[in-house]
Nanobody
Framework: VQLQASGGGLVQAGGSLRLSCAAS????????TGWFRQAPGKEREFVAS????????FYADSVKGRFTISRDNPKRTVSLQMNSLKPEDTAVYYC???????????????WGQGTLVTVSS
């Protein structure tokens, strides 16, 4: 599975961005796509995940109510709609594919290259 993340950029606090993760190669309905982020000097942290077949979602508490993960299976994309952005959301955002709805990055086998999101105050 190859993953391509896109959609990052510079936005003011309170603004919105939409990230996309396009997958190519073998995909299964049981696959889970997760979004993670890593700020400078910090550990990579879980943001949200979605199961490709059922659409079941899982969010980190820090983004619940502000971010929405969704999937478009025919297009093989998973999107992350980010609203009410805060400066602390600034990070490189990565999409990844695994088989469980996990918040642990070690559970995800395939990773995209990352896209930078910068939120100015």
């Amino acid at each position: 599975v190859q993953l391509q993340a896109s959609g990052g950029g510079l936005v003011q606090a309170g603004g919105s961005l939409r990230l996309s993760c396009a997958a190519s190669g073998r995909t299964l309905s049981s696959d889970v796509t997760g979004w993670f982020r890593q700020a400078p000097g910090k550990e990579r942290e879980f943001v949200a995940s979605i199961r490709r077949g059922s659409g079941t979602t899982f969010y980190a508490d820090s983004v619940k109510g502000r971010f929405t993960i969704s999937r478009d299976n025919p297009k093989r994309t998973v999107s992350l709609q980010m609203n009410s952005l805060k400066p602390e959301d600034t990070a490189v955002y990565y999409c990844a594919v695994g088989s469980s709805m996990s918040r642990f990055h070690s559970e995800y086998r395939y990773w995209g290259q990352g896209t930078l999101v910068t939120v100015s105050s």
